[in-house]
């Protein structure tokens, strides 16, 4: 106890605030994984005693994210089990999830060289059948509640996006869909909406996966952002009654395609000065002159962008605060990333509730990580106004 009033003492005396509240953080992590530690051995660190369980066998490193910073742990092990301290636990849902997958995977014989690797590594051989129904049984549980949540109040901004993974349907390897669906709320919010696996993106899938969203609660969706996948543009009509948003990245590389390689950048910038407009009729102005002046020399690039006149600037209807991040699937790009990375681990997915385990797992953690965060996604003061409940004012701090 003398000791750690010393080290408390010495971190009082240091420096600038971020760096102490990092290190009270670490001080009391450490102290609370040496009690813990010291409970499941029976005894203190070096102490001997007749009650001793297990003994040390050093610690490992590990890099705990908080909101102060970085903060470097130093894990205890033993020499008989393992030790993982419960402050992280929530966090390990996805490493969980994975963790299933593949000794779902190992137990129905169906694995890669690859995954065998990753079985050895991590210590699962012997896994019984029994062990993993658990395992898995426990995080679908926590996975279904969460995708199957009642959405409450109202979503201005909806992102729609899918990607594509391998997984075993009737001893055949296909690509299946995965679409995840996330929304920011009137309180400037972003949360995961949804997500579903299915076999192809045409309108009666997508129209499904959007009245799943609306039987949970779902209202007050004025603007789908989205590439032009086929089907959503009349399922977001026929389902939310909302106003559909183009990605414009994916409709710039489209653009491209019709140009020539000498002359993508100058088309890039060409169509560039549309989008730098201050409003929806500059923009239009700007887009109509822009196709007829390419129209002698690259007629398709002019249809396409008559075509896609409507749908590729509709978030210039909406407050220019927002515009930087309802134009496009962007805000969505990490989150696919994150899915693609865990997703190559396995490689190929034993079914497709293996599929809705693991991503199902990361969602869950990310939209925990949103909504612990400080700052709102977009302010209260401008999306507060596109609510369609009339009778919500903003706090009078914030007004």
Known sequence: MTNDKIALRELLEKGSDASFLREMIGFAAQRLMELETEALCGAGHGERSADRRNQRNGYRERDWETRAGTVELRIPKLRKGCYFPGFLEPRRTAEKALTAVIQEAYIQGISTRSVDDLVRAMGLEGISKSQVSRLCAEIDERVQTFLNRPIEG????????????????????????????????????????????????????????????????????????????????????????????????????????????????????????????????????????????????????????????????????????????????????????????????????????????LIGALLLEQNDEWAVQRARYMTLETIAPLSDDKTITLPITAA
């Open 154 to 357: 109202e979503w201005p901004y909806v992102w729609l996006d899918a990607t594509y993974v391998r997984a075993r349907r009737d001893h055949h390897i296909v690509s299946v869909a995965v679409i995840v669906a996330v929304g920011v709320n009137t309180d400037g919010r972003r949360e995961v909406l949804g997500m579903t696996v299915g076999n192809s993106e045409a309108e009666p899938f997508w129209a499904e996966f959007l009245r799943g969203l609306a039987r949970r609660g779902l209202r007050g969706v004025k603007l789908v952002v989205s590439d032009a996948h086929e089907g959503l543009k009349v399922a977001i009509a026929k389902v939310l009654g909302a106003t559909w948003q183009r990605c414009r990245v994916h409709f710039m590389r489209n653009a491209m395609a019709h140009a020539g390689k000498t002359q993508r950048r100058i088309v890039s910038a060409w169509i560039g000065t549309a989008f730098a407009q201050d409003d929806a009729d500059a923009a239009r102005k700007q887009w109509r002159q822009v196709a007829d002046q390419a129209r002698p020399r690259v007629s398709k690039l002019a249809d396409l962008m008559d075509d896609a006149e409507a749908d590729v600037l509709a978030y210039m209807g909406f407050p220019a605060q927002h515009r930087a991040k309802i134009h496009s699937t962007n805000p969505l790009e990490r989150l696919n990333g994150e899915i693609k990375r865990r997703s190559e681990v396995v490689g190929i997915f034993p079914n497709e509730a293996a599929v809705v385990r």
